[in-house]
């Protein structure tokens, strides 16, 4: 990589030690040849005991190396990627810079408590980006006023938390983590202003979770704010009109720019529930959020986050503008995906949770063949691609582009026309869900509505910083964790049984190798029967003393 007259906002690099790790897999290969040949030519004959129970587990050793060779497919062209942000800042000033919206979706407050909840809506608008060009949209899939009441409350106290974050460079932006994690006051703050924010925030989660255990608002609350008359004793998270609010405007019309604090934007969004109309889970909220948020701030990028994923790096805007920005290597990217990482992992890891080989080898080996799958969070999307825009070549985007306000439109009047966009009707007989938008009817949503994006001919990008971008919370019990897998195991195996099947949509417009890296996401849950077979059958046969296996004195099998 030559500095000076470098000019690339990024770069790309090929990951280390390939030669040696090609050298492995080639003596794994040649072994599970000698393998199989040892199963083909050591079956014990007709009548001899055993034989059936031999098949088998040739069969599992055959399914159980294929699917190795899968998996080489992610393991041979792993690339990692660099951005330069400080070359962005020299290229673009930060009027140049594109509009962002960034949506956060919840959808329960029992399960997902709205303390955590604005702890993640708080980083993101907290972010070291201008505040005018970020939007944050809360969409709350309960519609509850709990919830509700939980932003209100944040959209007060980012009055203090954002320029507080801004002026001391607080990392990380979370007030939960922060204050949670760090106990020592940075050398730029006084100790009184210190210690006033946290009680500010302290307290206000007390008031939260009051009100959350509760499970009313106060009255006085009630009576002194419009907002919560959206509400009334007969709505529930199944039956409710669509309620879009916006708690903080960032384009000027709020008091907040009076104070000479400018903030992001704030946006509630619960879009309509009815019995009976099916609502599509998060794909129909995420698709809800890019219809609402067309009217309000029509950002050309959106970037969508988990409830319980906050920011851990302000920073994080300015490194994948660098990826979608560069004029040469970055036009044909659709999106750039960070991985998934986890606050609450303990070094036993028992469940495997971290994710660390999926996260850290096979996605940097899928981005070396163009594309990794979209994960459903963590994940900044150009709102057009989203919106069904095919790749090509000519195609320049133009990044200032955004809502022009209607002269006299008041806030009121772009709510109402933003609710009518939440509707359970305003879908029917269009392409939502179909070509535009998340992709409805299946359970992993995000990585068929990938696919079809890579299949429309762009390329994805995955962003593997030291740091990490984003931190969640991974399942901590047994229980939580077979349910997570189960979903991801069933819905990429369902995938692959549909005509969604990487090979059906994607012959003639995908790679070979990449293709190769959906099946082995999609092939996952079937190797439960070769392992399973594995596992059990042989302890079994040792008993009836049955050998599946050479004796070790049998050195010369071949
Ligand atoms: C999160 O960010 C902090 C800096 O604020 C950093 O020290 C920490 O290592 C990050 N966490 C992870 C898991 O990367």
Redesign the pocket.
Known sequence: MTEGHDSRLFATEKGKGMVAYRLYATSVLVSTFLIWWYRATHVPSIGEKGRWLWIGISLAEIYIGLYWIVSQFLRLNPIYRHAFPERLSQRYSDKQLPGVDVFVCTADPTSEPPSMVISTVLSVMAYNYPSEKLNVYLSDDAGSVLTFYALWEASKFAKVWVPFCRKHTI??RSPAAYFSNIHSVPDTCSTKEWYYVKELYENMVIRINTVVKKGKVPEEVLANNNGFSKWNEEMTPKDHPSIVQILVDGKGYDAVEKDGVALPTLVYVAREKRPGQHHNFKAGAMNSLIRVSSVISNSPIILNVDCDMYS??SECIRETLCLLLDEEQGQNIAFVQYPQ?F?NNNCYDIYGNSLTVNMALDFPGVDGWGGTPYIGTGCFHRREVLCGRPYSKDYRENWAKGVVRISDETILDMEERAKSLATCTCELNTEWGNGIGLKYGYPVEDVVTGLQIQCRGWKSAYCYP???AF?GLAPTTLEQCLVQYKRWGEGNLQIFLSKYNAFLVGHRKLRFGHIMCYYLYGLWATTCFPTWYYVVIPSLCFLQGISLFPKVSHINCF
Do not use: F
């Open positions: 990392e990380p851990n790096n990482d606050e030291k740091r990490a931190l």
